[in-house]
Each structure stands twice: as structure tokens, then as C-alpha cells.
């Protein structure tokens, strides 16, 4: 099960944390990933990490977002900074095992999905 939370409304310039708690899937060779979903646009890939903790990110968020987990509490983070109004989408949690690197910021090749969490930013 992938639950979002974190999610909210902030201006532009100012930054967010997102948690998702991943219960089940910090077993051996799964990876966690964030996407996220403007209205009226495509879902688009934030970043992805592996098991062994290495991680990529999509080119619009590289520098200012940070994924990271807490294999203790089974929790993946998104740290958001320096929001733009165009980072305002719904954010999704997403899991799958056995990714090779080129497949890990497609979003047809994870299985599993939570509901989302919203961020809004305003100008």
C-alpha cells in the first residue's frame, strides 16, 4: 500500500515535503518513485530511487527537488524547493521491482500507485 501525505498550497519560491508511506515495498529490488499530473498534461516522471539508494530525477525538477527514504520506517520523501507555479500538479507515489535504469522515469513500467497528494503554487 502507497499512501501520500504532505501535500498544500504555497507560493512560488518557497518549498514542501512530501511523504509516502511504502509499507511492503522496501523489500529487495523494489524501486520508489514520485510522478505527478498537471491538469490537461501528461504524467510526468520527478525522481526515482533504487534499492541501493541511487536515485534520478526529471529535467525540470533536477537541483531543486531531493528523493530520499527511510528504510527504518518504510517512508519515501520528496523534498520540493524553490516551487514554481508550474510544479503545481497532483504527486504521485509509485512502486516496482526489478526496473532497469532507463525504464525507472517511465511510468508505464511501475505497477503499483497511490492516490496522490495535490501541491499547488501560487505566483
Known amino acids: 500500500q502507497l499512501v501520500e501525505s504532505g501535500g498544500g498550497s504555497v507560493q512560488a519560491g518557497g518549498s514542501l515535503r512530501l511523504s509516502c508511506a511504502a509499507s511492503g515495498f522496501f523489500d529487495s529490488n523494489y524501486c520508489l518513485a514520485w510522478f505527478r499530473r498537471a491538469p490537461g498534461k501528461e504524467r510526468e516522471a520527478v525522481a526515482a530511487?533504487?534499492?541501493?539508494?541511487?536515485?534520478v530525477y526529471g529535467d525540470s525538477v533536477r537541483g531543486r527537488f531531493t528523493i530520499s527514504k527511510d528504510t527504518a520506517k518504510n517512508i519515501l520523501y520528496l523534498e520540493m524547493n524553490s516551487l514554481k507555479p508550474e510544479d503545481t500538479a497532483m504527486y504521485y507515489c509509485?512502486?516496482?521491482?526489478?526496473?532497469?535504469?532507463?525504464?525507472?522515469?517511465?511510468?508505464?513500467?511501475?505497477?503499483?500507485w497511490g492516490q496522490g497528494t495535490q501541491v499547488t503554487v501560487s505566483s
Open positions: 530511487i533504487d534499492y541501493d539508494g541511487y536515485s
Open positions: 509509485a512502486a516496482e521491482s526489478d526496473l532497469k535504469a532507463i525504464q525507472a522515469l517511465l511510468w508505464p513500467f511501475w505497477g503499483y
